[in-house]
């Protein structure tokens, strides 16, 4: 089994009412989990994915009610990418229209049709259809028919000055392979990975830097299967490109560790384990606030500070 791909992608967003509203009705994923931004309480950290929050389809949040928005710009994500089925993105553009969601017309991209669209915070999102995967689980709200809902992740696009060095830990460390250009994108793959397998690098010289915000990426964890495989990229980033992360912390659903990569994306590593039923069962996922057990204690203030979402 392959354990390489995108494991999350974490952006920032502005009121955690309408971020639920938005995912969870208008695009149809499941609230997974409820819980607080580890290194800064008084805040959620909001995750949505599939039924269990496979890897590869964990899409994260940190709402702040009054963030200034980003500005798109080198150093950062330029647009999170989710599969749908072939034949969908007729549906979806009209659910876009009935909602008022910010749309643009489909594109095509590497033979694909993509579909780019913005969340209430000013997030840039895509859909891409593929062929083939309408018969994979889907998660379903009961409004979006399983036939037409969102698998997973498709990729993720990256806004650099260069290509080259970002490719290299892509390659080196991360599992991945580059298989093919566009224009100015380049395409890599994490082989074998379906869901959440691929990265395009947008090359694009001097363009201004970014600047994070409301809808901003903030930053893309890749999968490591467990705490050797981790163990082992972090020394490769270490021996082969200079690069030192963080010490590895816990993040009770996944454990991780952080470092900037050279295109300035900041980039965590985070094992498949132990998921999120760690410390809830499937069937309840995302209903009540969860705490790590550091946390516990100061559940009443903590409780005190958060706006009611869901
Ligand atoms: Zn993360």
């Not at 036939?147 to 650099?160: K, P």
């Not at 409301?214 to 163990?231: K, L, N, P, Q, T």
Request: negative net charge; without cysteine; proline residues 6%.
């Amino acid at each position: 089994m392959n354990h390489h791909g995108i494991h999350h992608v974490t952006a920032i967003a502005g009121n955690a009412r309408r971020n639920v509203e938005f995912y969870t009705r208008t695009l149809g994923l499941r609230l997974v989990k409820k819980t607080v931004n580890f290194d800064d309480p008084g805040t959620y950290h909001l995750y949505y994915g599939d039924e269990t929050g496979s890897p590869g389809t964990i899409l994260t949040f940190f709402p702040w009610d009054h963030v200034a928005p980003g500005r798109l710009g080198i150093g950062e994500t330029q647009e999170t990418v989710f599969r749908v089925p072939e034949g969908a993105i007729g549906y979806w553009t009209h659910r876009f229209v009935e909602n008022g969601v910010a749309h643009q017309a489909p594109v095509k991209r590497f033979g694909e049709t993509v579909l780019s669209f913005k969340d209430p915070h000013g997030m840039r999102l895509a859909l891409v259809a593929r062929p083939g995967i309408t018969g994979e689980p889907a998660w379903t709200n009961g409004d979006i028919p399983a036939e037409v809902a969102i698998r997973g992740f498709h990729s993720v696009n990256l806004l650099l000055a260069d290509a080259a060095p970002t490719g290299a830990i892509l390659t080196d460390v991360l599992g991945f392979t580059e298989i093919g250009r566009e224009g100015s994108l380049v395409r890599f793959k994490a082989e074998g990975t379906e869901i959440g397998g691929i990265v395009d690098i947008h090359g694009a010289g001097g363009f201004l830097p970014a600047r994070m915000g409301g809808g901003s990426v903030h930053h893309i964890a890749f999968r490591a299967a467990d705490d050797a495989a981790e163990a082992e990229m972090v020394r490769k980033l270490a021996e082969n490109h200079g690069i030192r992360t963080t010490e590895q912390k816990d993040r009770n659903y996944f454990r991780s560790v952080y470092f900037r990569e050279p295109g300035h994306v900041l980039f965590e590593i985070a094992t498949d384990v132990p998921g999120f039923a760690a410390d809830e069962p499937v069937a309840r996922l995302g209903e009540a606030l969860k705490l790590p057990p550091f946390l516990e204690g100061r559940r009443a203030q903590i409780e005190a500070v958060l706006p009611e979402v869901a």
